[in-house]
């Protein structure tokens, strides 16, 4: 129901190669994320998505929308050894972490006035902070003797993800349920001298990926390559601290 946007990333990164051997290299990846992202509304809708009557849709009109703000740091890396001419192991580790934030949302609008020309918006602020790490082991078998027609990889990932969920919302009388914010959709207007922000929600959850996977390469000709894979995921996710209101 967004009628108009913009987006700002910025998106940085710094990689170190390391030659520990003949037969060894690892790397070193730091990556930063930020992304910013803007929602205004121009067209008039309810809560249900209608249209809401009294009010005609003009390129004036604009509710203030939702800014949706991302941030992700990010460490990753790689370990690889070559066993042999036919065996090459390598292990990928990464740690992330994640801010999302998402203010002053008016999705939903109700309580057309158009006597004063003015609705009633509902703004509210999730939150939502996640830590994850993860690592991937990595096995290539490719057999000398058949002169690389036929390239093998086993592998697996396991990766674990704990986060905090909160939501706050905005009142005008201090009674910490949801509030609405009476707001002028002609001029953009609003009395904002009475909010008070409260925790409504939190929870915190966890959750552990396991995987593995199984692809093979087969060139039965110069000109030819076959690649079949299989894979098996299992998520396992649980919420210590149920969301509750």
Not at 43 to 64: A, H, K, M, Q, W
Not at 132 to 152: H, N, Y
């Amino acid at each position: 129901w967004r009628d108009n946007t913009n987006r700002n990333a910025i998106d940085g990164f710094l990689r170190t190669d390391f030659d520990l051997s003949d037969k060894t290299k690892a790397t070193l990846r730091a990556q930063f994320i930020d992304i910013d992202q803007g929602l205004v509304s121009l067209l008039p809708i309810d809560s249900e998505g209608n249209l809401l009557e009294g009010i005609e849709r003009t390129t004036d009109f604009g509710v203030p929308g939702g800014v949706s703000e991302n941030q992700s740091f990010q460490l990753s890396g790689s370990l690889t050894h070559l066993f042999s001419n036919d065996l090459r192991v390598e292990v990928l580790p990464y740690f992330r972490v994640t801010d999302r934030i998402l203010r002053n949302d008016a999705t939903f609008i109700d309580g057309i006035d158009t006597d004063n020309q003015t609705l009633d918006r509902f703004p509210f602020e999730p939150v939502l902070k996640e830590t994850i790490f993860g690592v991937e082991p990595r096995f290539t078998f490719v057999p000398a003797s058949l002169d690389g027609k036929l390239d093998v990889t086993i592998g697996g990932m396991f990766e674990t993800n704990s986060g905090e969920a909160d939501s706050y919302s905005v009142t005008t009388d201090g009674s910490g349920d949801f509030g609405v914010l009476p707001i002028n959709y002609v001029t953009g207007e609003q009395n904002l001298s009475n909010l008070q922000r409260t925790q409504t929600r939190d929870g915190e959850y966890e959750s552990n990926i396991y995987a593995a996977y199984l692809q093979t390469i087969i060139k039965p000709v110069d000109r030819l390559s076959i690649t079949a894979g299989l894979r098996y995921d299992y998520t396992d996710r649980s919420v210590t601290d149920p969301l509750r209101t």
